[in-house]
């Protein structure tokens, strides 16, 4: 299932660059816990001879007790989903697949392409999809403003009706802001969710993009609703606030793995999404039965005790 969203924000890609990396290792932190949350393998530069100049990043997005009672009856030992993204800024690539214990999850991947421009979505191929692409595809508007966000997630100081930046002087936004603002950017981010089930293919996918566009409208609210403390960081400042910023996630995420794997705790499912997702599951398995053939990826699962955690967080935030 292939669709294009575009998110407009009222900053320059220049800034954007800036605030996406400071919101991405903030927000990591912030959603990890539990034994849940966002670990960094690698951050390094990357040479693309096409794209020129850019950053690999390789991260391990711990799920358990974020996913649905559906998907946890199917899936005993679920480990991670790896990440993989190359970000040549303004252009970025991302694939991600699971990793797991046990080979009962079906061919089941997430491919994203990112470009970002200084306008108001108004571009119809600025990542230069072919013919058949574009006939597939859906374009979807995400409005920072007035798309609601879940009632758990929603925070006074984020509300952007009433937000105001003090150092930019931007905000608070008003009802189709996005047509007047003098500054403004556009991320338009092709999302190409795969799950080859019969029976269960559409269903499964649509509830994969309903959970990633709820992480993009979050995201991307945070990143302007923060905006007081990252503008004025040039691209060391925030590389090096990022650096730091991993390490407390990744100690985080291991020592309540540690703690899981010792029988201390284990994540536990936020009230309300039990509910949600029991009803997702009823419809599903209505429709079908997940088979038992080996993951999507060519690589081959790594052995691992009890990684379990996760919150979809940094996928296309951002990517």
């Known amino acids: 299932m292939l669709k294009e969203y575009r998110i407009c924000m009222p900053m320059s890609v220049e800034e954007y660059h800036i605030g996406q990396l400071y919101m991405i290792a903030r927000h990591s932190l912030e959603q990890s816990h539990g034994g849940e949350g966002v670990e960094v393998v690698e951050n390094t530069s990357h040479t693309d001879p096409v794209h020129g100049q850019g950053q690999y990043t390789e991260k391990r997005i711990h799920l358990s007790g974020k996913l649905p009672v559906w998907i946890r009856s199917y899936i005993p030992r679920f480990i991670y989903l790896t990440e993989r993204a190359w970000n040549y800024y303004p252009y970025t690539e991302t694939e991600n697949f699971y990793l797991l214990q046990c080979s009962v999850v079906p061919r089941f991947s997430i491919k994203i392409r990112t470009r970002y421009e200084n306008n108001n979505g108004s571009s119809e191929n600025c990542l230069n999809m072919e013919e058949e692409e574009l006939k597939k595809r859906t374009v979807d508007r995400v409005d920072i403003l007035t798309d609601p966000v879940d009632e758990k997630h929603y925070k006074e100081e984020e509300d952007l009706s009433v937000f105001r930046s003090e150092k930019t002087g931007r905000g608070p936004l008003e009802k189709g802001w996005d047509k007047c603002c003098d500054v403004i950017m556009c991320s338009y981010k092709l999302v190409d969710v795969s799950f080859q089930v019969f029976g269960l293919q559409t269903k499964v996918e649509e509830f994969v993009h309903r959970a990633i566009r709820n992480i993009l409208l979050l995201g991307h609210r945070q990143a302007f609703a923060w905006i007081d403390e990252w503008y004025g960081m040039t691209l ?62 060519s690589q081959g699962s790594e052995s691992s005790q009890s990684q379990r955690s996760g919150y979809l967080s940094s996928w296309f935030k951002w990517s």
């Open 236 to 297: 060391d400042d925030v590389r090096e606030y990022e650096s730091g910023m991993q390490e407390k996630t990744n100690e985080k995420v291991r020592e309540a793995q540690k703690d899981i794997d010792g029988g201390i705790k284990t994540p536990e499912t936020p009230e309300g999404e039990e509910e949600e997702g029991e009803k997702e599951g009823q419809d599903l398995k209505g429709s079908g039965r997940l088979s038992k053939n080996n993951s999507l990826s």
